[in-house]
């Protein structure tokens, strides 16, 4: 054989090997769980993995074909807007963050996705690669779980805890935009005779519809809240103070005509209102005009009730109030109702919890078992009964961020790889990421987020050690750990009782703070 013959040779072979390894990195990036695509600075497409046709619904070849993908993906004007712009910024080589976008499917179902794109050199040319993780049925979850913390479950109106987000936007836009703004408080005069004549049940059904009367009486972009019992908020927006006695007025005249009821029983509703509006009322925040209806709505009361009062109706009939609202007392009233609506919020949360079995049956499951140990350990631990009620939030939610991982991972019956297992090493994180909008959630964040850590130092997210785990994290690790040894598995049978008592005694000290499984195993022993 020549020389040149061998150089030809040795060229196919070389050729060879890098379209080989071209399949392999191919076959490599369409394995991973993100969408990721590679473009010029026209539009089109040198990759295009198999994720992100998932996502999308299209082919390269789709993608490639359509003068301006970028339109199908981004009907919405904004977010489309927002897209080019993130890339002008990456081509003038400003740095960048990783934003979160809806995008639309071709099947017209819309997606929500974190983007990270970077501007690099592929075949010497300005390349955009970018990475696309779908976080819609996260922002799902999230969704709902915020509906559950800040609606009233009862007539589907938001509740006191929204209240105070509600105002504070409504005031700022009202400052900045120098425009009026109105607080109507009401309540249900002798609501509590209704409850005693005809029953809670009755009166429960009362209220649903006076609420749905109430949402049918004011504007669109009114909020209306139910405060507590038999009161509610009307928070207007635009609105003045004559504008919002008008609206007041047209609610009772409303109320006073309607008949409540069922076929059984009809009873006809009185209300008392009171109208507090900036600037015309001094108020320098939302929260006191919340405090100057409170309290003329306790003169409207005395009063007899059943009218529509503003400061100008009590200086008119002579009952100016001279005492300076009570920071103290209102403070005093919204604890009262944190504290009623904490039950129903618990079972709230429970059955969103229970909500994961559409996903992983055994982590519904799980949850009320889980719930019982850590309660039962709080309790044996003499924790004040509000710390108990954190344990047992964080315990119905601990494993919450199983909804961001993928069936595959959650239901396999094989052993997981170590790229699976990182995978699901990510639930406490995604957790946290879903009720981190929840103000009320952010006490039980320490313990979702560390109930894998342990006290060894070899756990994870943040191989915390020994007392820097939080107590709580600690006794949900417990009670997780048992519920799950002795339940059925994909990829094992359930250990018997005895044995996973064993099992957790011999991870005292390594796996678990050894005091707390002392604790649990003295638990156990009792209920047996």
Not at 24 to 36: F, H, P, R, T
Not at 400 to 418: H, Q, R
Not at 442 to 450: Q, V
Not at 499 to 508: D, L, Q, R, T, V
Request: hydrophobic share 40%.
């Amino acid at each position: 054989m020549n020389m040149e013959n061998k150089d030809i040779t040795g060229q196919e072979k070389a050729q060879q090997k890098c379209e080989q390894e071209v399949l392999d990195l191919n076959s490599v990036i369409n394995k991973v769980a993100d969408g990721i695509t590679l473009s010029d600075k026209k539009g089109l497409f040198e990759l295009f993995n198999e994720r992100m046709q998932e996502i999308t619904g299209y082919t390269i070849e789709e993608a490639n074909s359509q003068q301006d993908f970028t339109s199908l993906l981004y009907p919405d004007l904004k977010e489309r807007q927002l897209a080019l712009e993130r890339l002008n910024e990456l081509m003038a080589k400003k740095p960048y963050e990783e934003i979160e976008t809806t995008i639309q499917a071709k099947n017209g179902a819309k997606k929500t996705l974190l983007v990270s794109t970077s501007l690099i050199e592929y075949k010497k040319r300005g390349m955009f690669l970018s990475i696309y993780h779908d976080i819609t049925e996260r922002k799902w979850f999230e969704n709902e779980l915020r509906q559950l913390v800040i609606k009233d479950s009862q007539t589907g109106l938001f509740n006191h805890r929204y209240l105070k987000e509600a105002l504070d936007a409504a005031s700022s836009r009202a400052k900045r935009q120098f425009s009026p703004l109105s607080v109507i408080m009401m309540d249900i005069d002798y609501f509590k005779s209704i409850n005693d004549v005809y029953s809670h049940i009755f009166g429960d059904l009362v209220l649903k519809q006076f609420a749905e009367q109430l949402k049918k009486t004011v504007r669109a972009y009114d909020v209306v809240i139910r405060y507590g019992g038999e009161e509610f908020i009307i928070i207007s927006s635009d609105t003045d103070r004559e504008n919002a006695l008008i609206l007041a007025k047209r609610i009772l005249d409303k109320i006073n005509l309607y008949n409540f009821g069922d076929k059984k029983h009809v009873v006809k509703l009185k209300l008392s209102l009171a109208v507090a509006s900036y600037p015309e009322d001094a108020a320098e925040c939302g929260m006191d005009l919340v405090k100057c209806v409170d309290q003329i709505l306790g003169k409207v009361k005395e009063g007899g009730g059943n009218r529509v009062f503003s400061y100008l109706d009590l200086k008119k009939e002579g009952k100016i109030i001279t005492e300076k609202p009570s920071v103290h007392n209102l403070k005093l009233k919204i604890d009262k109702l944190t504290r009623r609506a904490n039950q129903g919020l618990i079972e709230a949360i429970l059955a969103f919890a229970k909500t994961i079995e559409m996903k992983d049956h055994y982590t519904g499951e799980h949850v009320e078992k889980t719930v019982h140990y850590a309660t039962r350990m709080a309790e044996e631990l003499n924790f004040p009964k509000d710390k108990i009620e954190l344990i047992k939030q964080a315990a119905m939610l601990h494993d919450l961020g199983k909804v961001g991982i993928s069936e595959n991972i959650l239901l396999k019956k094989s052993k997981l790889t170590k790229k699976e297992f990182e995978e699901i090493k990510k639930h406490p994180q995604i957790g946290i990421d879903i009720i981190r909008p929840i103000q009320a959630l952010h006490p039980i964040i320490p313990f979702m987020l560390h109930h894998h850590e342990r006290w060894d130092g070899t756990g994870y997210p943040y191989g915390l050690k020994r007392e820097r785990i939080p107590l709580g994290a600690r006794i949900i690790a417990i009670a997780d750990v048992y519920q799950a040894l002795v339940s059925h598995r994909p990829y094992r049978k359930a250990y018997s009782k005895r044995e996973a008592m064993k099992m957790i005694k011999e991870g005292a000290g390594t796996h678990f703070d050894p005091d707390i499984v002392q604790v649990f195993l003295k638990i156990l022993e009792e209920e047996k």
